[in-house]
């Protein structure tokens, strides 16, 4: 049995341009429609300060207070989200927000009223998104699509966040011991020992990602949404994927390490790591790389890689429906495009949230959807 997963109210008190709002809301997706400037991207950003990172514009802890710093200078909270998801008849109330201490500002999360990791939140109610950012992923650099594919991970790994944020620091601290030329070389070990602790960790969760998404794309069928081939460009990733022992691929990751000390204290930075690996699409029926298709086609298969990523999740038994968020993601395309994403979106299990400028872009959803009209606060 398919569990289904949605927003039943969502809160912000002064997030962004929302001194406040209160959504109460049923099952159906959630269309949010108002002018240019209206704060309906704001309110998506606000479901996703609810999971791991710093939502999808990747905002500081303040810079999502109402008014900036200097105008939530005195409040004690700076601002708060809170949603009460239902995971089939089961309500779960999650929150996040930025409280003052005595030493500054700290970010919190809470799950039922209790601290919480953003891990725990993230176990609870899963979500991805697409903005018009991500448009022209496939012609991007490696980095975007990097980020891109690690969101996809988290949705299904939330421990895969944490395990990039121990890589990052193992290796800033490494790079630090290279410039300053330190001859400390147990510290230098013990630091490539931990990088590459984490490392095979990543690769291995990203692997395991693409191979089901893969399953879940090969198994869709034909339509408005060109099917995509992925691969991972990365040395661990590769080995993982020829069946090599993690024992093994870690052991052989040391040992590079440690052999390009020189090279990377030269380069001022690490030179191999998954943190260098990229994403690689393909548009199958053409047999064509993704960033040699039209702009078009590019937004199709993105479309297409998110709704298969969602129905990959909920099929997953270790994961779970997600909410997914999809920023504009209708304005650009077709009539027939459009209500092909409507009735996609509709079969998942996951709630979907969408914004656009006019109602009209959601005819097709007729009564299937709920609408929102958004103005400035």
């Known amino acids: 049995m398919t569990v289904r997963l949605w927003c039943a109210r969502l809160t912000l008190t002064d997030f962004r341009s929302h001194a406040a709002l209160d959504l ?17 991207t704001n309110i998506l950003e606000a479901l996703t300060m609810l999971a791991p990172g710093r939502g999808l514009r990747g905002a500081a802890l303040m810079e999502v207070a109402r008014g900036g710093i200097e105008e939530a200078v005195d409040r004690a909270r700076p601002w708060a989200v809170s949603a009460r998801m239902m995971v089939d008849e089961e309500a779960v ?19 039922d009223g209790r601290a919480a990791t953003a891990g725990d939140l993230a176990r609870t109610a899963r979500m991805t998104w697409l903005t018009p950012a991500m448009d022209r992923l496939f012609a991007g650099s490696a980095g975007d699509r990097r980020r891109f594919f690690d969101r996809l991970v988290l ?35 013990a630091l490539e020992r931990e990088m590459a ?27 408005a949404f060109p099917k995509a081939r992925i691969a ?26 440690a052999r390009v000390r020189g090279r990377d204290a030269a380069a001022g930075r690490t030179l191999d790591g998954p943190h260098r690996s990229d994403l690689l699409v393909r548009h199958a029926p053409k047999d064509m790389p993704a960033a040699h298709c039209s702009t078009g086609e590019q937004k199709a298969l ?18 779970g429906p997600a909410l997914l968020l999809l920023d504009e993601a209708a304005a ?26 006019e109602p009209a872009l959601f005819e097709a959803f007729g009564d299937r959807a709920q609408m929102i009209a958004v103005g400035g606060s």
């Open 24 to 40: 109460e809301l049923d099952e159906r997706p959630v269309c949010l429609h108002g002018a240019n400037g209206a704060g309906k």
């Open 93 to 111: 109330t999650l929150g996040a927000g930025a409280e003052r201490t005595d030493t500054g500002v700290k970010r919190v999360t809470r799950l």
């Open 155 to 189: 949705g299904r790994a939330p421990e895969h966040g944490q395990a990039a944020a121990a890589y990052e620091r193992a290796m800033r601290d490494r790079q630090r011991l290279l410039n300053e030329n330190s001859r400390d070389g147990a510290w230098l070990s």
């Open 197 to 223: 602790a984490h490392a095979c960790a990543i690769a291995a969760a990203r692997l395991e990602t693409l191979e089901r998404l893969q399953e879940t794309i090969d198994s869709r069928p034909e339509g």
């Open 232 to 257: 991972l460009e990365g040395a661990l990733e590769a080995a993982f994927a020829e069946g090599r022992a993690s024992a093994d691929i870690e052991d052989d990751f040391i040992a590079t390490l």
């Open 302 to 319: 993105l479309l297409g890689l998110i709704l298969a990523h969602g129905r990959a999740l909920a099929e997953d038994p270790g994961a």
């Open 332 to 357: 650009h395309l077709d009539p027939a495009r459009r209500a092909a994403l409507f009735d996609e979106l509709l079969a998942l299990p996951g709630q979907a949230w969408l914004t656009g400028t």
